[in-house]
């Protein structure tokens, strides 16, 4: 017995999609360094991410950040603005581009964000994530947020579904200019542990780690 994956003439169910990540506490003695351009954000204990993970399993290719940090330096702020993740150095630490110079950690935590129209594995492009070191130029980049998709979704405790009313949320990275000193607002469209269906378009919509351990699933058409 088959079952075959259909929906409309043209377009295609991808394999189910699966987020375990969730919030990632920063604590005590957590710290950000920055040298030229480059800020280091380095969590008091693992922080999970990855960009090469399993199949049907998204990569990690962009974070926020909540709570607070204090003694901001350099132009912007670092909590509420959505970064490209340069690159995973260790289990602890992550690199980002920004302007900002240096920066206290106080209860500063890591929120992975993930795009709908990049996780399904042919707008991806990779089976298990990318096997290239993203560094300071990303190589390869993932590909550009262009295209809506359609989207279903089972959240688990762990992710939530937020949205930017101004269409603003884009990703910072060397090629977004200074990290903004207000951070675009979103608000949560689908809170964790619901279930929900429709169209996600760029730069509007995004997944955001929330919660505690869980596992949230996705579907997309493409």
Known sequence: MSILKTTELGFELQAEQTIAQFVIPAGAGATFAAANNIGTVT????????????????????????????????????????????SIPSTTAITIYTTIT?????????????????????????????????????????????????????????CSINYYPAMNNLPLDGTSGNTPATAPTSRVVVAASNSWQG?????????????????SFFSIVT
Do not use: D
């Open 43 to 86: 969590f008091n204990a693992a922080h999970g991410l990855t960009m090469t993970p399993a199949a049907n399993v998204p990569p990690n290719y962009f974070i926020k950040f909540g709570g607070s940090t204090s003694g901001l330096s350099g132009t912007g702020i670092l909590v509420g603005n959505t970064f490209r993740i340069l």
């Open 102 to 158: 240096a920066a206290t950690v106080t209860s500063l935590t890591g929120i992975p964000v993930f795009y709908p129209w990049l996780i399904a594995q042919p707008l991806s492009g990779f089976t298990g994530g990318p096997t290239q070191t993203i560094s300071t130029v990303v190589t390869p980049q993932p590909p550009a947020l262009i295209a809506p998709a359609f989207m279903q979704c089972v959240l688990g405790a762990n």
């Open 199 to 215: 169209m996600m378009f760029p730069y509007t919509y995004e997944i955001a780690a929330a919660g505690t351990t869980a596992n």
